[in-house]
């Protein structure tokens, strides 16, 4: 039985939860556009909590996807080792640890009202709707990337209606954040096609790849970084039009990365492990940090130029 825990365990990833780091932009957008008086009074230990819903929520999607996907995963030379594909754990033992962490995660989302609890819904629905037939989006070419990429939104709304009741984000924002989802879906695909030994085998792990190719994937994840800098160029001039010094790192952190997602042991397949990469780290902090200059400096000569004649936007 201690061995069935902690296959069980290992099906929920605890490794991934690095990836709700992009709960915090929800969260740091919510301080930023949102007047003091239509936030929540929400505390340190309400902000773990709610991530620690949405840990919880990720883990059950985890745990559906390892188990439904048992059969391709044998063909993968890492997950062929997983507890369902090598069949150390049962349908019945992996559907009820599914559906306790699912509840769990709902129960603690519930605390913080109705908004939070229906994003962490949502999140369950779209990890079912991405692995169960007749659905199983990520089967379907191109859809694949976008049903996946969803789950990026879903953080962000996770993280502002932790701080937010009855206000939504700016769209500019969500479509943003939809789209660099988007970037970092098809060049994970783009690394794990070409991981593969033969095209074949490639096919018998991810049906969608009988339709994609290497050749195809570097066009698309080439189109979703053009898309996200256009989108996040638009949301930086109407709310903050500083932020415009910040697009050439930006531009340089999506070529930097869709660099890296070529190769065959490109880490880019395996998103969790892409803190170990210095060269990112440093671009990211030194993002972060430029984002702070710009929010706490006064770059007047930045905010004329954006308003001036130079650049016309006209805003309804």
Sequence with gaps: MSTVIIDLFKMARPSHYIKNIFVMPGIFFAFLLVEDRYRKDSSITDIVLGIISISIASSANYVLNEFLDRNSDSFHKIKKTRPAASGRVTFSQSMLFYISLSLLSLFIAYKFGPYFTSVIFVFLI????????????????????????????????????????????????????????????????????????????????????????????????????????????????????????????????????????????????????????????????????????????????LSDFVSSGLIIVKWN
């Design 126 to 301: 779209s990890g079912a709707l991405y692995n169960i037939k007749p659905f199983r989006l990520k089967d379907v070419y191109l859809i694949d990337v976008i049903a996946e990429s969803f789950n990026n939104v879903i953080r962000l709304l996770a993280g502002w209606f932790l701080l937010i009741e009855r206000y939504y984000p700016p769209v500019s924002l969500v479509v943003t954040y939809w789209l660099i989802g988007a970037f970092l879906m098809s060049a994970k695909r783009m690394a794990e096609i070409q991981s593969f030994s033969s095209r074949t085998n490639a096919i018998l792990y991810r049906n969608s790849f009988n339709s994609y190719t290497v050749e195809k994937l570097r066009s698309i994840t080439f189109l979703y970084a053009g898309l996200s800098l256009s989108s996040l160029t638009v949301f930086s001039i109407k709310w903050e039009p500083q932020s415009i010094i910040l697009i050439p790192l930006s531009a340089l952190i999506f070529t930097y990365y869709f660099h890296m997602s070529n190769g065959i042991n490109s880490p880019a397949s395996r998103p969790e492990v892409l803190w170990r990469d210095w060269k990112l780290n440093l671009m990211l902090i030194l993002f972060i940090l430029g984002t702070l200059l710009v929010l706490t400096a006064n770059l007047t000569v």
